[in-house]
């Protein structure tokens, strides 16, 4: 079945950037829309960014012109870079794969 695994979380401080990296296998990665989502304690997960097969982006608004989305068909990896890191965008971050697939998460923690 199709498998995606995330990493590039951990702690940073507010103002700090992280990358987050999704590897996925089993999955032709090239065809399929990918995307970021997080849950905060508490709070139902919610959209980060989606990046479409060809390319098109879309971002939550509090996180817009912070974070970026970006794939590699080549290495069948979406990235999520984030700068600008706020307390608020303290989570867990998944992965997901054409709405239908999800990693099993990367914690991000922004505090002082």
């Known amino acids: 079945q199709v498998q995606l695994v995330e990493s590039g979380g951990g702690w940073v401080q507010p103002g700090g950037s992280l990358r987050l990296s999704c590897t996925a296998s089993r999955m032709i990665f090239s065809r399929y829309s990918m995307g970021w989502y997080r849950q905060a304690p508490g709070k139902q997960r919610e959209l980060v960014a989606t990046?479409?097969?060809?390319?098109?982006?879309n971002y939550a608004g509090s996180v817009k012109g912070r974070f970026t989305i970006s794939r590699d068909s080549a290495k069948s990896t979406v990235y999520l870079k984030m700068n600008s890191l706020k307390p608020e965008d303290t989570a867990v971050y998944y992965c997901?794969?054409?709405?239908?697939?999800w990693g099993q998460g990367t914690q991000v923690t922004v505090s002082s």
């Open positions: 997901n794969g054409d709405t239908r697939f």
């Open positions: 990046i479409s097969s060809d390319g098109r982006t």
